[in-house]
């Protein structure tokens, strides 16, 4: 079994629609990221959490320690939200190298 | 622009030879992760450095080799290249424990 499981692994929205990804993980943790990668390969940094809620434009990114569980809101969808969104957790630990889901594919159409 | 340059951008190359892929961190930032993407394994760690003694060790090969410099500039050699070692590799910096900032990544292909 993965350390950090994600659903779903593809996801086709219209424009305008509320999505949410969800991210698991069975591993002790000091923080867990939401991650972009685009078509052309690179990856920007979202969030990253220890707990609560965070949110920036439409995107709201929630975490449950207790439940181990993570989830990744977009609201008013947009087809330029298109793009491969993968959740990150860093080990406890000094070196807190980062375990990857396997990513969302999310295509929004207009 | 994250700050993290890696250079070069592409790299092809056949099977056996050895490559060099460069990662400059941001400015003060001591710490330096590789990664590595390729389509069946997703995203995977390599190793880290921090101010130039490498710190952890993931799912790296042994014909893979990195190394951070005085100037925090850090190196990955991979030598007697394989297809199968064609990816996506990222270096990542970090100012704090957990943050991490990524590089634009250098894409290896191997034929």
């Known amino acids: 079994k993965n350390e950090v499981e994600q659903s779903p692994q593809n996801l086709t929205a219209q424009e305008g629609e509320f999505i949410t990804i969800n991210c698991s993980y069975s591993v002790g943790i000091s923080a867990l990221h939401w991650l972009q990668q685009h078509p052309g390969g690179g990856i920007v940094s979202l969030f990253m959490?220890?707990?609560g809620k965070k949110k920036h434009g439409r995107l709201i990114a929630t975490i449950n320690i207790q439940e181990k569980h993570s989830s990744l809101h977009i609201t008013a969808s947009h087809p330029r939200d298109s793009a491969v969104y993968i959740c990150?957790?860093?080990?406890?630990?000094?070196?807190?190298?980062?375990?990857f889901g396997s990513g969302t594919q999310l295509t929004v159409l207009p | 622009d994250s700050g993290v340059t890696q250079t070069p951008k592409h790299l092809i190359t056949a099977t056996g030879q050895r490559v060099t892929l460069r990662c400059s961190p941001r400015?003060?930032?001591?710490?330096v992760y590789w990664y590595q993407q390729s389509l069946d394994q997703g995203l995977q760690f390599l190793i880290q450095?921090?101010?130039?003694?490498?710190?952890a060790k993931g799912n790296i090969l042994e014909r893979f080799s990195a190394q951070q410099f005085p100037d925090l500039h850090s190196e990955l050699n991979l030598s007697s290249l394989e297809l199968g070692d064609s990816a996506l590799y990222f270096c990542a910096s970090s100012p704090t424990h957990n943050e991490q900032f990524f590089g634009p990544g250098t894409r290896l292909t191997v034929l």
């Open positions: 990150a957790v860093n080990h406890l630990g000094a070196a807190r190298q980062l375990t």
């Open positions: 959490l220890s707990s």
């Open positions: 450095y921090y101010n130039g003694e490498e710190r």
């Open positions: 400015s003060g930032d001591l710490s």
